[in-house]
């Protein structure tokens, strides 16, 4: 096969940067990475065959369309793959790249812009004939508070800008609107330069089911499929799942037209997903359309042997989908956990430190799109994502069943992540019958189980024998449970004099 | 040689239970097993030589050991938090303040917001360790923080 490109931009970083590498040497395209200061010697700078460094500034290396193009122009690429977050959903860095004589790779520009803007897709979708869920048309200012009231509480803040949960705010009363409104606002006006934020009716007892899009430049379309992606934490995904358990062959049939009727109201090709919410009744409503790749992409792949990121690049060049991704196979189950350096006894709270050990699981049926290895300070400035795995068996039960195995294989010192929570979530009743719903961190895991009097014993006995044995040689990778940060030194001082007079 | 030393598990007093028999797997990675009567049990054990962190089945479990020389510490400072007396609360992450929420001469009860850190592109809110009188706000939105930075101080209320 000839190679789509022959040199392609990267405009990314961490694992989903190390994905497109990955499908890029596999096609026979020479993979550009880009880099901040921070990242000079980051894992996805080593793993692609050129590297051209953005600038200084960690995030906003990244979000810099000029120094994009001109790493892409000094590497003489042909193409750029925004991957996910950063630029990816931006129509002016699509259309910067398409003006620059290069090729974007990813949803026309006038698509990205009609449907990356939230309130934007809900009309079109409503155009469409596909159902939304109750909620304003238009952007919300303080003057129509009083109409909100009219919508039922609780109600959802939302940045129409919004991706990645950021500028998400549940509200359960009036009088919290307006903090809420402020806070929203704030956050996305950080994160996507944008702060319009509009407001619909909360589901309660939701699940969030989301299809896969995949188009060709040529006007053909696949549709593969879904995912469950309902085990989140504030508004954002943990676990995500193909097909999506217990849905009704209609359902699913329904959910999956829907989807395509949306993408062919807008000129369309790449990749994109369609999220809607889906209630105890099976009722489906058309959430958002995001214009890219997708961080749970992976578990489509597994269930229909589709490459997404391979075709991405191949439509792009401008080829067709043939027969076998426009009509896929579908093979068993596939879920992913996402591990984050986040502490889910916390709240879920962001960590920061040196991963020490890291070991991840191998064997049948197991992928690990991992953007990190051992000894790595995690940089602050980025998304907590530290890798994804994922595991693909017959059936669902075996699914669940490897997905046990291969958490148990897991090992990650050094930093606090979401490991503790998904190995708790695959011996939950509700999970394993694959009855859940949105609600399921909140009502479920709370903050989590309190430690088993087991549990601390052999934490206890761990400690007294890795006494008697001698310290291990790694004595500065642990203090970051996230508890013992602000300790005087003082004591030391004492201690010394005190060892000073010791016999 | 027994081990005279005192083990707190997440603060709680805890006796090691003399059934597993410990053994490093892998000592550089802390790679290590627990092992009673054929169970088997992996576990992840980093620090020393006062705190240590377990980790089993992905859960991280702070133990920190008072040994003669530990006891010592404890107690010439005050490892738990005072509940009285000034306090200083101070940054658990790097980024960027966007939002204070207290003024000096505010009452505060335990757990309520004061300073809102915009890290990992979330907002995260630093909340008070305990119930008090803000003496003096070191921290302004629009401020970048490190790790550790000195936010707000706490004193008891004035009677």
């Not at chain 1, 502490?343 to 920061?352: E, K, L, N, S, V």
């Not at chain 1, 708790?424 to 989590?448: C, E, H, R, S």
Request: glycine share 10%; hydrophobic share 45%; with cysteine.
């Amino acid at each position: 096969m000839t190679p789509p490109f022959r040199r392609v931009l990267v405009a990314n970083r961490g694992e989903i940067a190390i994905r497109i590498i990955r499908a890029c040497r596999e096609l026979g395209i020479e993979a550009v990475a880009v880099y901040s200061d921070v990242d000079r010697d980051a894992p996805h700078v080593r793993a692609a065959d050129r590297a051209e460094h953005i600038g200084p500034a960690a995030a906003a290396a990244y979000l810099s369309i000029d120094a994009l193009l001109d790493a892409a122009r000094r590497s003489d690429a042909e193409a750029v793959h925004p991957g996910y977050g950063f630029l990816s959903e931006s129509a002016t860095f699509a259309r910067a790249v398409t003006a620059a004589g290069l090729v974007f790779v990813g949803p026309p520009p006038e698509t990205m812009q009609a449907l990356g803007d939230k309130l934007a897709a809900r009309r079109t979708a409503v155009d469409a004939g596909v159902p939304v869920t109750p909620g304003l048309m238009v952007a919300v200012d303080t003057a129509r508070l009083v109409e909100l009231d009219d919508l039922g509480y609780p109600l959802l803040v939302k940045a129409a800008a919004g991706g990645g949960g950021r500028g998400v705010r549940r509200v359960d009363r009036p009088a919290d609107m307006p903090e809420a409104l402020d806070s929203a606002r704030r956050e996305a006006t950080a994160a996507f330069g944008d702060g319009t934020l509009y407001v619909e009716r909360l589901i309660l007892g939701a699940r969030h089911v989301e299809v896969q899009l995949l188009g060709d430049r040529h006007g053909g379309l696949a549709v593969l499929g879904e995912r469950d992606c309902s085990v989140q934490r504030r508004h954002q995904k943990l676990v995500e799942e193909a097909p999506a358990p217990g849905l009704s062959h209609e359902t699913r049939e329904r959910i999956a037209a829907d989807a395509r009727r949306i993408a062919e109201a807008v000129p369309f090709h790449s990749a994109a997903t369609v999220e809607f919410l889906l209630d105890r009744e099976q009722h489906h409503w058309f959430l958002e359309m995001n214009t890219r790749l997708q961080v749970e992409h992976g578990v489509t792949e597994l269930v229909t042997g589709v490459d997404l990121v391979a075709w991405q690049l191949r439509v792009a060049a401008g080829e067709r989908l043939p027969g076998e991704v426009l009509e896929p196979r579908w093979r068993g189950h596939a879920i992913q956990v996402r591990l984050y350096a986040e502490d889910p006894w916390q709240g879920f709270r962001p960590t920061t430190g040196r991963i020490g050990a890291w070991r991840m699981p191998d064997g049948p049926g197991v992928r690990v799109d991992a953007g990190v290895e051992a000894d790595l300070d995690l940089p602050t400035e980025y998304d907590p994502l530290l890798a994804k795995l994922m595991v693909h068996a017959p059936d669902r039960p075996a699914a669940v069943a490897r997905l046990r195995r291969a958490l148990d294989e897991t090992r990650i010192g050094g930093v606090s992540t979401t490991l503790g929570f998904h190995r708790w979530l695959v011996d939950q009743p509700a999970f394993i019958a694959g009855k859940y719903d949105t609600g399921l961190v909140p009502d479920l895991w709370a903050d989590g189980p309190g430690l088993s009097d087991r549990e601390g014993q052999m934490a206890a006995t761990a400690v007294a024998g890795a006494r008697a044995t001698g310290v291990p040689p790694r004595p500065s990778a642990a203090p970051s449970t996230g508890a013992a940060m602000t300790r005087s030194e003082r004591p030391w001082a004492r201690l010394s004099r005190d060892e000073a007079v010791e016999p | 040689m027994r081990d005279e030393a005192e083990f707190l598990v997440e603060g709680q007093p805890t006796a090691p239970d003399p059934e597993w028999e410990f053994g490093w797997l892998a000592r550089g990675h802390g790679d290590a097993t627990l092992r009673r009567d054929g169970e088997r049990v992996p576990v992840l054990v980093e620090g020393g030589p006062a705190e240590w962190v377990v980790t089993i089945r992905g859960r991280r479990i702070a133990v920190t050991v008072r040994g003669h020389r530990e006891r010592l510490l404890a107690e010439s400072s005050q490892l738990a938090a005072p509940r009285h007396g000034p306090a200083e609360v101070r940054a658990t992450l790097p980024g960027l303040v966007v939002k204070v929420a207290v003024r000096p001469g505010d009452l505060v009860a335990e757990g309520d917001a004061l300073v809102t850190v915009e890290a990992m592109k979330m907002e995260n809110e630093i909340r008070a360790p305990r119930a008090g009188q803000v003496v003096s706000v070191e921290a302004a939105p629009g401020q970048t923080i490190v790790s550790g930075a000195l936010l707000v101080r706490l004193a008891d209320p004035e009677p």
